[in-house]
């Protein structure tokens, strides 16, 4: 009996190690919270990571696609309870990371004998102003973090390696990212993911200031048949049924 919490301890370790290498391959997704709404730009690939999940609500996400479907059910299915039991103006980002999501993930990832949940995201909440914007980061064992008011100025990145998070978060001092526009906010946004896929695969030690200005040449690094994928909250559908919409390569400049 004396031997068991550190055979569990060990299992947590495995369990987290395996995720963390089936998550590496993982593209990033980035959230930009400018003027105009809340940005997400990823690169596209066969199955979708960005998601309408209610009224001012958005999930960017990596990982399973069965595991990040699973977890989208999960948060539209709470956000829609808290919206018809209470009122639409009770479904916050808050509610849902604190009592559906980050309980739920921590509960899958500490379940040694079942399948983990191979997901990493961000949760975006559309405010009145950008100042009241609000991005989660949320991981597989259902820690979170948010980020709101001038920490915004900067974009939340998530990506398959778990570092590439932490040291654009740890970056001191931090690039103020151009957001006063849609264009603006979509050229910074691409730096951004530029840099967290070359931080993740091919050039680990680049450094933001590094990377090109010229649009091309920024997409360019990202592959040669790379397409990208984007999301808008857009701050001037707010109060009406859906702020989320797809935006054109043309709004956006790209």
């Avoid at 400018?34 to 001012?56: N, Q, R, V, W």
């Avoid at 595991?67 to 989208?72: A, N």
């Avoid at 091309?216 to 690094?221: R, S, V």
Wanted: charged letters at 25%; glycine letters at 8%.
């Amino acid at each position: 009996m004396t031997e068991e919490p550190y055979r569990w301890l060990e299992a947590i370790t495995n369990r987290r190690e395996y995720i963390e290498d089936q998550l590496t391959p993982g593209l990033p997704v980035v959230a930009l919270s400018a003027d105009p709404g809340i940005l997400l730009l990823s690169i596209k690939t066969s199955t979708p990571k960005l998601f309408e999940i209610y009224d001012h609500l958005a999930l960017g996400s990596i990982g399973h696609p069965a595991d990040i479907e699973k977890v989208r059910q999960t948060v539209i299915d709470a956000a829609h309870v808290d919206g018809f039991t209470r009122s639409p103006n009770d479904v916050t980002a808050r509610r849902l990371v604190s009592y559906n999501l980050a309980p739920a993930l921590k509960a899958a990832f500490e379940q040694i004998f079942a399948a983990p949940l191979l997901f990493r995201g961000i949760l975006a909440e559309l405010g009145a102003t950008a100042a009241d914007d609000v991005l989660w980061r949320l991981d597989y064992d259902g820690s979170f973090a948010a980020q709101s008011g001038n920490e915004l100025a900067c974009g939340v990145v998530i990506s398959g390696p778990r570092q590439v998070g932490k040291d654009w978060v740890a970056q001191s001092p931090k690039p103020a990212l151009e957001r006063s526009n849609l264009k603006a906010a979509a050229y910074s946004a691409l730096r951004l993911l530029v840099w967290a896929k070359l931080r993740g695969t091919k050039d680990q030690g680049i450094e933001f200031a590094a990377l090109p200005t010229d649009l091309a040449e920024l997409k360019g690094k990202l592959g040669p048949d790379a397409a990208l994928e984007f999301a808008l909250l857009d701050r001037a559908l707010l109060g009406q049924p859906i702020a989320y919409r797809v935006p054109t390569a043309d709004e956006l400049g790209l």
